[in-house]
T-cell receptor, first 112, second 113 residues
Framework: EADIYQTPRYLVIGTGKKITLECSQT?????MYWYQQDPGMELHLIHY???????EKGDLSSESTVSRIRTEHFPLTLESARPSHTSQYLC???????????FGSGTRLTVV | AQSVAQPEDQVNVAEGNPLTVKCTYS??????LFWYVQYPNRGLQFLLK??????LVKGSYGFEAEFNKSQTSFHLKKPSALVSDSALYFC???????????FGSGTKLNVKP
């Protein structure tokens, strides 16, 4: 069973709406990440966090914002959705050792 | 600069034949290397990793990978491919300050019956 949960799995929303994609992990990992991925394409890091109250922008510019108020929770918010935001959003976490990422199942967002 | 390259966008192989998905890397310091698999509309699943020790690493679903330091490669292999292995495969390296991963662009594996 996955220890990192993303909701919703699928979302269709109208242009201009505000949305929040949820990501929670139960492993106590300090580092969390958001990636954007078009179907079958490479991953682009858009946000990451190394701990509570720590957030950074990733390699790909994004109009979204994130917060990290609790260790286990790393939500991503789009204030005003646009069709160009249509994509899959993947959340991941890792600890401070040399292990790998654990990924959530992703949220597939469609903005119409 | 840290980087990972997967030179093949797509690999086609017949069921029962051996498969190889290539990955090369460029990092400063010792690399920690990973392979992930992604099925349609899903997140990435961990397959295997190389941290240190034996250059041949065995992972999930019968996959293995060989670390070659001189060639800076970490190719994914399987002796006998299954149709169910058809998916998108990503190579990744954790290096530098170990806080970020660098992913390759992905290789789509097609296994034909």
């Amino acid at each position: 069973e996955a220890d990192i949960y993303q909701t919703p799995r699928y979302l269709v929303i109208g242009t201009g709406k505000k949305i929040t994609l949820e990501c929670s992990q139960t492993m106590g990992h300090d580092k969390m990440y958001w990636y954007q991925q078009d179907p079958g394409m490479e991953l682009h890091l858009i946000h990451y966090s190394y701990g509570v109250n720590s957030t950074e922008k990733g390699d790909l510019s994004s109009e979204s914002t994130v917060s990290r108020i609790r260790t286990e929770h790393f939500p991503l918010t789009l204030e005003s959705a646009r069709p160009s935001h249509t994509s899959q959003y993947l959340c991941a976490s890792t600890d401070s050792s040399i292990g790998g990422y654990t990924f959530g199942s992703g949220t597939r967002l469609t903005v119409v | 600069a840290q980087s990972v390259a997967q030179p093949e966008d797509q690999v086609n192989v017949a069921e029962g034949n051996p498969l190889t998905v290539k990955c090369t890397y460029s990092v400063s310091g010792n690399p920690y290397l990973f392979w992930y698999v992604q099925y349609p509309n899903r997140g990435l699943q961990f397959l295997l990793k190389y941290i240190t020790g034996d250059n041949l690493v065995k992972g999930s679903y019968g996959f293995e990978a060989e670390f070659n330091k001189s060639q800076t490669s970490f190719h994914l292999k399987k002796p006998s491919a299954l149709v169910s292995d058809s998916a998108l495969y990503f190579c990744a390296v954790r290096a530098g300050n170990f806080n970020k991963f660098y992913f390759g662009s992905g290789t789509k594996l097609n296994v034909k019956p």
